[in-house]
Structures are given as structure tokens and as C-alpha cells.
């Protein structure tokens, strides 16, 4: 069933879904262990090149790329940050707060599981807190209504969604994730007048997407996206206010990121 199980979960996911797989839970732990001496940025990089660990490592190596999607879905929502709180929902490095910071934001915080993220975007002084957002509450109850911004970019995967709805339809002890539940916890983090916007990762394919003029290089991407905009997944952020927006260059990508979800909180 455990090897069922991680068939099942992109393996980006795998670092955050600790409690469902053993191993990903030991690396975790073991990773938070390797970084309890960090006291800068410069040490956590030092720590992730001698382990050789590429997530982090080629997430860091995107910074101007991860601030101008950050910069991009700020126009998108119409939002001015200055005197705001924002939120970053798996939030990697934390480019999107350091820009969100830079646009004048009052508070940057942010939940991720990964401990070299926890870790990296602590140090840059964002307030942060390392938690599994997939499993209940998922988030940190004494947030909600406080976030006048919420971002979240490939922080969930939308196919992964669609085959934990198939399992839970079929009743099958598989199928733990409740998506409507999770999007329900998520729009209440954002106080009245608050927005979210919202872009999740693309099931894994065979095939690699090269953009060089977007700066991507990924496996991540959606074959047909007439059938994610049908999907279980598009239907429920729909269903549940979320418009969707087709056209945003810098930050949507057409087979990678091809639709964004905003929100704006009444």
C-alpha cells in the first residue's frame, strides 16, 4: 500500500507529505537536524550544495524569475501591498516576500514543510512556520482573517487533487484529501476586502518543457488545457468564487501555468 501511496504523490509533494510517507518524514527530520546550526542564508546554501540538494538548489536559482511572477499577481488581483499582511502558501525560497516586503508590506509570513524553506525564509526575516498544509486544519488556526494577500504558486498539484477525488468517489482508504475542505480553510486566512491568487503545479509527463524566455525547465506541464479547465479541480475553485484568468504574461506559462485562480474576499 506505501509504495501504492507514493506512486500517487508528485515527487515534489513527497517532501511535504511527510506523514504519508515514512522515508520523507525520516529525510525531513533529518534535513531539519543538518540545519539547526544555520544562523544566515549563505550557510543554509553552504549546507544544501554539500547534500547536493537540487530542490532547494535550483529553486534558489530562480530569483528574478520568482519576483516578477510574485510582481505579475499583484497587478493581476489589483492589489497595493504597502501597510499589508501577505501570505505565501508553500512559499520556496520566499522571493515573493522579500518582493512583497520591498512593495512596502507590513507582515510577510508564510507555511511550508520543506525545512530548507522554513529555514531560508526565517533567516530572511519573514515569519514563518513549518507545517503539512495537507492534512487538517492544514493551517495555523490563529491565521484566520488575517492576510490582506495570499500567493500561492505550485504549492499544490492539480492532478494529484483530480486522483485523490477519483479515490475518495470510489471509497477507497487512499483517498485522504479533501480538496473542497482545503480550499475552504484557505479562503478564510484572507480578511474582508483580501485577495488570493492561486497557480498549482501540472501533473508530471513524460516529456520535458523548456521556456527559456519564461525560465523554465520542468516535467511539470498540461497536455490538453480545455480538459483542466473541466477538471475537478477547476470546477471547485470556480464553484467556490475563484475566477480564472487566461492571460497574464510573466507570470502564466502556456502549458506549465497555463490558468490562474483569483479570489477576493467580500
Known sequence: MLADLKALIPTPLRYRISTLVGKSHRDLRARTRRLSGAKTVEDVRSIARELNFKYFTDYDAQVETKRREFRTAVRLAGVDLAGKVVLDVGPGTADSLDAAREAGARHTMFIDEEPFFVKFGQLKGHHGVQGNYYRPPYFPPEWTGTADFLYTKGSINCGWVDE????????????????????????????????????????RQQERLIDQAYDLDTYYWCPDVQRYRNSFFARTLVGHGFDVVDDAPGLLQEKAFPLAFIYKQA
Open 164 to 203: 485523490q477525488q477519483a479515490l475518495r468517489e470510489a471509497r477507497d482508504s487512499r483517498g485522504h484529501f479533501d480538496f473542497a475542505a482545503w480550499v475552504v480553510a484557505l479562503k478564510k486566512l484572507v480578511k474582508p476586502g483580501g485577495s488570493i491568487v492561486l497557480l498549482p503545479s501540472m501533473p
